[in-house]
């Protein structure tokens, strides 16, 4: 007699697996629109991505600076080892129907047909491919600026996965991934609390008020959304994602995240006079404490981080007081309105714990 053994469908594979974690320290604070990329990318490597239609359509809605195209563009580090690999179409400058000339091409017989390159195009869509992962990226950004002619060509792609391009080329979505940002109901999420549920409610420890809270924000924004889109573009959507507000705790991992972006540049900046870069946790403390803007999201952060600690570096590499070698110490002392710059001169061996290859 057979003996029934029961599966566990929640279990990943591998590849999915790795990209979670990989999204995960790539992004803060946004675990919802990870784990539905997860769920496409998953679909996508095993077939059973619905056919003769894009790979996933996301909506991604939510507060400026909370996070959107960061998802995107990790995604595509994550995946193609580039954050700059997604064909990123911004709305706003669609908002006239004539400009759609610029995506799909002129068609023959018009002015201008020759020199008008599609950026919609079948080589556009394929440009980030790899061996390993034939897949694309496709933003349309503050999708709610779209002229109405740009919402036809999107209804199409959306529900059919092609686009008929000026000189009645087509070009294939069917391995691709479209995601589209607004922020559509922002308001609505601030009048809830949104702002401050990473001051708050994620440090409360009360989950149930936490799952409430996150309930209504999601219901804000989707409602939003379906006063402004039709339900045509609605009913093509796969999911929609609300993303909520950042708050202290989220930017103190950003940081993290921010400061090892500056440590790559360092790297490629001063090849030829590599140095090192410590950075204390009361330095950090300062740079959350200077870029903490619950209206504005992460972005207030990276301006801080680029005034007080990429420009003093900046002039600290270009005036020679960084040699060759250097440990470049980054600290903070209290109520001080800037970051303190240290250099010791130790070898590489014999540098305390933090010290780290820049």
Not at 246 to 274: F, S, Y
């Amino acid at each position: 007699m057979s003996q029934i053994q029961l599966l566990d469908p929640s279990r990943k594979g591998r590849e999915a697996e790795g990209l979670e974690t990989r999204l995960r320290h790539l992004v803060i604070g946004q675990d919802d629109a990870i784990s539905k990329i997860v769920e496409a990318y998953q679909g996508f490597r095993t077939g059973m991505s619905p056919a003769g239609r894009p790979v996933g359509n996301f909506l991604f809605l939510g507060p400026t600076g909370s996070g959107k195209t960061r998802v995107v563009e990790a995604t595509a580090e994550a995946l193609v080892k580039d954050p700059g690999g997604v064909v990123k179409i911004d709305c706003a400058e669609y908002q006239h129907s004539h400009e759609i000339a610029k995506l799909i091409g002129s068609p023959p017989g018009y002015l201008g047909h020759r020199e008008t390159n599609a950026l919609l195009s079948q080589e556009a869509l394929n440009r980030h491919h790899t061996e390993e992962l034939k897949l694309s990226f496709v933003l349309f950004d503050e999708i709610e600026k779209a002229s109405d002619s740009l919402w036809n060509l999107l209804l199409g792609i959306l529900d059919k996965g092609t686009l008929t391009l000026g000189d009645n080329r087509r070009v294939d979505f069917s391995q691709s991934i479209i995601f589209m940002t607004s922020n559509l109901g922002a308001a609505e999420m601030s009048a809830l609390g949104a702002p401050r549920l990473g001051f708050h409610v994620a440090c409360s420890g009360d989950d149930t008020n936490k799952a409430k809270l996150n309930g209504k924000i999601t219901t804000a924004g989707v409602a939003a959304a379906r006063r402004r889109f039709t339900p045509e573009f609605m009913n093509r959507l796969d999911q929609i994602v609300v993303f909520r507000s950042l708050g202290t705790p989220d930017l103190r991992k950003i940081v993290d995240i921010e400061l090892d972006l500056v440590q790559q540049r360092i790297r490629a900046a001063a090849r030829d006079n590599r140095f090192f870069l410590a950075v204390t946790e009361s330095a950090k403390e300062f740079l959350v404490a200077e870029g903490t803007d619950v209206r504005y999201g992460a972005r207030p952060l990276k301006r801080a981080i680029e005034r007080l600690l990429v420009h003093p570096l900046s002039n600290l590499m270009a005036s020679r007081q960084i040699r060759r070698g250097d440990c470049i110490r980054v600290s903070h002392a209290q109520h001080a309105p800037t970051l303190l710059f240290s250099r010791e001169t130790e070898t590489e061996q014999a540098w305390g714990v933090g010290c780290q290859a820049a």
